[in-house]
């Protein structure tokens, strides 16, 4: 089971470059029509009484990390690793999840506990397919959410509708723009995770909002929506530099 693991990873791989919702749905189906047996295999294993997940928890993330041991470039390295995350959060980790077992969460957690301690510098998390679905709508305003709700301010809060709304009107309507949301979705996660870690998060989430997110709900305001682009661009590059070291 850990070799089929492994190859299920790689050719998530494959599906990080065209990570969306509509495209989603179909991968998620095709991976579980493709690995059925694996599945199928791993819930026979995994309703047993006692299991062993050891192998089972380690395997794809030792496989992961020799990989990115060979790749030269410390950035390269990074965005390799981001790419990496995604896999695993995105596909693997929930299709897991989504096992019909007592011992599926476990397993589950174990491979991210795993991951995380190879992978200290982005840690992930081990989300299910619907929360992945769920997660859709709000992924280009993921940092400015965080900051929201460290401010007390509700999901349907003005300033994320607005932001959402700049998203789908002027962002997703360009296909550069819409290249630059889709690496957004790679990093935003990972730099709220490693905000959350710091015990002066609330004091940094109100320093974004005062130099980054407040200006950008005021240039969309005035229509200068150029504007907000890149200020909004400069704020994901500090950001990166900051917690991600890219």
């Known amino acids: ?11 998530t791989q494959l599906l990080t470059k065209d990570f969306r919702k509509k495209t989603y749905v179909e991968n998620i189906a ?26 089972l928890g380690s395997c794809v993330a030792k496989h992961a990390f020799q990989k990115a041991e060979r790749i030269s ?4 390295r990074k965005m390799e690793c981001l790419d990496y995350n995604i896999a695993m959060v995105s596909y693997v980790l929930p299709l897991i999840r ?24 982005t840690q992930i998390g081990c989300p299910t397919i619907e929360e992945i679905m769920n ?13 929201c709700q460290s401010l007390n301010k509700p999901d349907d809060c003005y300033e994320l509708e607005l932001l959402r709304e700049y998203r789908d009107d002027y962002m ?4 550069r723009r819409r290249l630059a949301v889709q690496e957004y979705y790679k990093v935003a996660p990972m730099i709220v995770g490693q905000i ?16 980054y997110l407040y200006p950008c709900v005021q240039l969309i305001e005035e229509k200068r929506l150029e504007d907000c682009e890149k200020c909004y661009t400069d704020m994901v590059r ?9």
């Open 1 to 11: 089971m850990e070799e089929k693991l492994i190859e299920l990873y790689e050719e």
């Open 30 to 55: 095709k991976l579980k029509e493709k690995y059925a047996e694996l599945l199928e295999e791993l819930r026979i294993y995994l309703n047993q009484d006692e299991v062993l997940l050891d192998g």
């Open 73 to 76: 470039g410390k950035r390269n």
């Open 98 to 121: 989504d096992i019909k077992s007592v011992h599926a969460n476990e397993l589950a957690q174990k491979m991210a506990d795993t991951w995380n301690q190879m992978f200290p510098e």
């Open 135 to 147: 997660g859709f709508r709000s992924s280009f305003c993921f940092v400015t959410t965080a900051v």
């Open 172 to 175: 997703m309507c360009d296909e």
């Open 196 to 211: 959350n870690r710091r015990e002066s998060a609330a004091e940094i989430y109100q320093s974004i909002w005062e130099k």
């Open 238 to 246: 500090e950001l990166e530099a900051e917690y991600l070291h890219i």
